[in-house]
């Protein structure tokens, strides 16, 4: 694979440049871009990167990437690139004139259209949805890794306790060292979203925090301490309330620790008047006005408006959810892990993600991780399933991939590696998989009718409960309650699928036949002519071969195996043309390196419309890559060397015209196989260059990668010799 600062430098030359980058966050596997252009994204420069298991474009102009547990150092790999220093940190920093990035962004987010039909208001309902859910997500993905940090510790202490091992009581010293371990995550939750919602709408984040950091503060807090305070505790959720008259105004003062509803909705005022503030002004008085005049009207809007609608919405919102677990809980079980394999692939989760922190803080447990867990299992048990099929059948491409997405699911609770990685690419795979939640779904239903959980405050309940947020892994287990009553849920969600796959597999018939016979041409290859071996050992001159036909037609020649000369692999011309060098490539991608060394192959003469030329395989291997639009393919071989083959440049906006795709994404190819047919002369009419590009995506880890320049070829001839 290719080094972290290759794989960073191919990422953004392939989504348009560093000057195309506006905003970056990542989670716990996607990198999040936020681009000025999203039609300069290379599809299939993306597609065709080992290192990358899926590129996605999303509402407006985002677009994400999804790399794996990598993410976090890609993410720094990226950012260390030259001309990424103005993207700060997951943000774009804000210039002092003019229009913020993100006003543009809410802009396009809410603005009108011409005529509101309904087609019109619909779609504005739509970037308002996915913006919101992208604010959620965005406010809660930077501090998952400590939110997980803290559940670990309770689950030990879970663990530890049940075993009889405890460090002393709640009232000891030790007992008390340990609970703020974790709790001081949880009790200052509301300035770390209130910092992150912040900086998500470009406003300065330690404003946002500071001002939610006020409520917090004993000062406060001893409101509610008062003489003159009315108090009185909710009888469902236990929250203590008290109004206190304030500058002779009434305000509802309560214990906002652990709250994520109110910073959310605060920082949303906060960014309307702070950008309001920005365009009226002057840039040189900004630093002192634009905090004090921030701070002077949301701490009050915040403490008798913002702040009492917050804790009655996410109370409201609890207690519904409390009432559906307690007089529904069957249901309730069995639904939200059928639902959730569909929310978590277009990031519609984060919102549960948050009503699990909400129930915690105000009735001291969740009930939606259990169930949750059903469906997360199920996932992994999947993936099992594959990598036993894998295992069988000798597939080595898919035994990584699926070590990988087990891996960091059983351990980190990560459902994205298997998603994207495998899941999303069989989508056989989704039928037994939701086999798995329903069954699991049925069983934590039925045994937490039959065996009710104990809430901290005494309650009893029909449901698995967690005492933290936690991302559902093996190491997490102990966070639940009945813990046995959990095992053996998650235990069914992961078999059922994981024994279905195993049987039935997870390819449909005709992916089973293809890949077969591909394999079966492959072993009878071995029995090839060796004057033919020899010729193709020797650059294949495709002038001596009298199966070679130069005039258009289909290809016929075909070259037994990738030719390799004195441990040197020879890397044929997929097409016929002068090679050039990169340097001389009409575009910044390629000519960069980005993508690897490697060269261009321009046509002999001035194309004609309607004459199709094969482009066959370069060499021998797996085909990880297919472009929709037939323009690229990316071929590995059995040694480990990733090659492009990218036909023409701008060629991804003819949307296949032109071209005639003659192989699929995960058919196993021989040096020489036609991969498609294409019409240059089509390509020069829509105004795109006609040259074909050939790189070796991997040659930093080549020992070395020499192109031969500056000679015409024909198809299968040496174009790239490679030395490992």
Same mark, same amino acid.
């Given at each position: 694979?290719?080094?972290?600062?290759?794989?960073?430098?191919?990422?953004?030359?392939?989504?348009?440049?560093?000057?195309?980058?506006?905003?970056?966050t990542?989670?716990?596997?996607?990198?999040?871009f936020?681009?000025?252009?999203?039609?300069?994204?290379?599809q299939?420069?993306i597609?065709a990167?080992?290192?990358?298991?899926?590129?996605?474009?999303?509402?407006?102009?985002?677009?994400?990437?999804?790399?794996?547990?990598?993410?976090?150092?890609?993410?720094?790999?990226?950012?260390?690139?030259?001309?990424?220093?103005?993207?700060?940190?997951?943000?774009?920093?804000?210039?002092?004139?003019?229009?913020?990035?993100?006003?543009?962004?809410?802009?396009?987010?809410?603005?009108?259209?011409?005529?509101?039909?309904?087609?019109?208001?619909?779609?504005?309902?739509?970037?308002?949805?996915?913006?919101?859910?992208?604010?959620?997500?965005?406010?809660?993905?930077?501090?998952?890794g400590?939110l997980?940090?803290?559940?670990?510790?309770?689950?030990?202490?879970?663990?530890?306790?049940?075993?009889?091992?405890?460090?002393?009581?709640?009232?000891?010293?030790?007992?008390?060292?340990?609970?703020?371990?974790w709790?001081?995550?949880?009790?200052?939750?509301?300035?770390?979203?209130?910092?992150?919602?912040?900086?998500?709408?470009?406003?300065?984040?330690?404003?946002?925090?500071?001002?939610?950091?006020?409520?917090?503060?004993?000062?406060?807090?001893?409101l509610?301490?008062?003489?003159?305070?009315?108090?009185?505790?909710?009888?469902?959720?236990?929250?203590?309330?008290?109004?206190?008259?304030?500058?002779?105004?009434?305000?509802?003062?309560?214990?906002?620790s652990?709250?994520?509803?109110?910073p959310?909705?605060?920082v949303?005022?906060?960014?309307?008047?702070?950008?309001?503030?920005?365009?009226?002004?002057?840039?040189?008085?900004?630093?002192?006005?634009?905090?004090? !005049?921030s701070m002077a009207?949301?701490?009050?809007?915040?403490?008798?408006?913002?702040g009492?609608?917050?804790?009655?919405?996410?109370?409201?919102?609890?207690?519904?959810?409390?009432?559906?677990?307690?007089?529904?809980?069957?249901?309730?079980?069995?639904?939200?892990?059928l639902?959730?394999?569909?929310?978590?692939?277009?990031?519609?989760?984060?919102?549960?993600?948050?009503?699990?922190?909400?129930?915690?803080?105000?009735?001291?447990y969740?009930?939606?991780?259990?169930?949750?867990?059903?469906?997360?299992?199920?996932?992994?048990?999947?993936?099992?399933?594959?990598?036993?099929?894998?295992?069988?059948?000798?597939?080595?491409?898919?035994?990584?991939?699926?070590?990988?997405?087990?891996?960091?699911?059983?351990?980190?609770g990560?459902?994205?590696?298997?998603?994207?990685?495998?899941?999303?690419?069989?989508?056989?795979i989704?039928?037994?998989?939701?086999?798995?939640?329903a069954?699991?779904?049925?069983?934590?239903?039925? !045994?937490?009718?039959?065996?009710?959980?104990?809430?901290?405050?005494?309650?009893?309940?029909?449901?698995?409960?967690?005492?933290?947020?936690?991302?559902?892994?093996?190491?997490?287990i102990?966070?639940?309650?009945?813990?046995?009553?959990?095992?053996?849920?998650?235990?069914?969600?992961?078999?059922?699928?994981?024994?279905?796959?195993?049987?039935?597999d997870?390819?449909?018939?005709?992916?089973?036949?293809?890949?077969?016979?591909?394999?079966?041409?492959?072993?009878?290859?071995g029995?090839?002519?060796?004057?033919?071996?020899?010729?193709?050992?020797?650059?294949?001159?495709a002038?001596?071969?009298?199966?070679?036909?130069?005039?258009?037609?289909?290809?016929?020649?075909?070259?037994?195996?990738?030719?390799?000369?004195?441990?040197?692999?020879l890397?044929?011309?997929?097409?016929?043309?002068?090679?050039?060098?990169?340097?001389?490539?009409?575009?910044?991608?390629?000519?960069?390196?980005?993508?690897?060394?490697?060269?261009?192959?321009?046509?002999?003469?001035?194309?004609?419309?309607?004459?199709?030329?094969?482009?066959?395989?370069?060499?021998s291997?797996?085909?990880?890559?297919?472009?929709?639009?037939?323009?690229?393919?990316?071929?590995?071989?059995?040694d480990?060397?990733?090659?492009?083959?990218?036909?023409?440049?701008?060629?991804?906006?003819?949307?296949?015209?032109g071209?005639?795709?003659?192989?699929?994404k995960?058919?196993?190819?021989?040096?020489?196989?036609?991969?498609?047919?294409?019409?240059?002369?089509?390509?020069?009419?829509?105004?795109?260059?006609?040259?074909?590009?050939?790189?070796?995506?991997?040659?930093?880890?080549?020992?070395?990668?020499?192109?031969?320049?500056?000679?015409?070829?024909?198809?299968?001839d040496?174009?790239?010799?490679?030395?490992?």
């Open positions: 694979m290719a080094s972290e600062r290759d794989t960073a430098r191919a990422i953004i030359a392939a989504i348009g440049g560093a000057g195309n980058v506006r905003g970056l990542h989670c716990a596997t996607r990198l999040r936020e681009l000025a252009d999203v039609s300069r994204v290379d299939a420069a597609d990167n080992p290192a990358i298991l899926a590129g996605f474009p999303r509402q407006g102009d985002r677009y994400q990437v999804v790399i794996g547990g990598d993410v976090e150092n890609i993410y720094h790999a990226v950012m260390a690139l030259p001309g990424m220093t103005d993207v700060d940190a997951d943000d774009v920093a804000t210039a002092d004139t003019g229009t913020t990035p993100d006003d543009a962004t809410l802009d396009e987010a809410v603005s009108a259209t011409p005529i509101p039909t309904f087609t019109a208001w619909r779609e504005r309902g739509a970037r308002w949805l996915t913006w919101f859910f992208e604010y959620l997500s965005d406010s809660f993905r930077p501090i998952i400590v997980l940090g803290a559940s670990i510790i309770i689950a030990i202490v879970n663990l530890t306790t049940a075993f009889g091992m405890t460090v002393g009581g709640d009232d000891s010293p030790g007992g008390t060292f340990v609970t703020v371990m709790k001081g995550v949880f009790y200052f939750l509301p300035i770390i979203v209130a910092y992150n919602a912040s900086r998500k709408l470009k406003v300065d984040p330690w404003l946002g925090a500071m001002i939610m950091a006020a409520f917090m503060t004993p000062q406060y807090t001893g509610m301490d008062l003489p003159t305070a009315s108090c009185s505790v909710d009888a469902t959720l236990g929250m203590r309330s008290c109004v206190v008259p304030v500058f002779g105004v009434p305000m509802l003062v309560s214990d906002y652990g709250n994520v509803f109110v959310l909705l605060m949303l005022a906060l960014a309307g008047l702070y950008h309001g503030l920005r365009r009226v002004v002057p840039a040189n008085m900004r630093m002192v006005f634009l905090p004090f !005049l009207v949301i701490t009050p809007l915040t403490g008798f408006v913002i009492p609608f917050g804790v009655w919405l996410s109370n409201g919102i609890c207690a519904a959810l409390a009432w559906l677990s307690v007089h529904a809980p069957f249901a309730f079980a069995v639904m939200l892990p639902i959730y394999p569909f929310l978590v692939p277009v990031g519609l989760h984060w919102p549960l993600n948050a009503l699990m922190l909400m129930n915690v803080q105000m009735l001291g969740d009930f939606i991780q259990g169930p949750m867990a059903v469906w997360n299992f199920a996932c992994f048990g999947s993936t099992a399933g594959v990598l036993i099929v894998s295992l069988r059948e000798h597939d080595k491409a898919m035994r990584s991939t699926a070590l990988g997405a087990l891996t960091a699911g059983l351990l980190g990560l459902t994205e590696p298997s998603l994207y990685g495998i899941h999303l690419r069989h989508r056989l989704y039928r037994r998989m939701l086999a798995g939640c069954a699991g779904g049925v069983v934590i239903g039925v !045994l937490g009718l039959m065996f009710p959980s104990v809430t901290p405050s005494g309650t009893v309940v029909h449901v698995v409960t967690a005492s933290a947020f936690a991302f559902t892994s093996l190491l997490t102990p966070v639940f309650d009945p813990m046995w009553v959990y095992m053996v849920s998650i235990g069914v969600g992961f078999i059922v699928p994981m024994l279905l796959i195993v049987a039935l997870y390819r449909t018939p005709e992916e089973r036949a293809r890949m077969r016979a591909a394999d079966a041409e492959v072993a009878d290859s029995d090839g002519n060796a004057a033919d071996d020899d010729n193709a050992a020797n650059g294949g001159d002038a001596d071969n009298d199966d070679t036909v130069n005039d258009g037609s289909a290809m016929t020649r075909t070259v037994e195996a990738s030719p390799v000369e004195d441990g040197v692999t890397i044929g011309s997929p097409v016929p043309g002068r090679t050039i060098s990169l340097d001389d490539v009409d575009d910044p991608v390629f000519a960069s390196r980005a993508l690897g060394e490697g060269v261009g192959v321009l046509p002999p003469s001035d194309p004609i419309s309607g004459v199709e030329t094969p482009v066959i395989a370069p060499v291997g797996i085909l990880k890559t297919v472009a929709k639009t037939g323009h690229a393919f990316g071929i590995k071989t059995d480990d060397i990733e090659v492009l083959v990218h036909i023409g440049i701008g060629t991804v906006k003819m949307q296949g015209t071209f005639a795709m003659m192989a699929s995960g058919a196993r190819v021989r040096a020489g196989d036609v991969l498609a047919t294409v019409d240059f002369g089509r390509i020069v009419e829509s105004g795109c260059n006609a040259v074909t590009v050939m790189t070796v995506t991997n040659s930093s880890r080549m020992a070395t990668v020499s192109p031969v320049l500056d000679v015409m070829l024909q198809p299968g040496t174009a790239i010799r490679v030395e490992r």
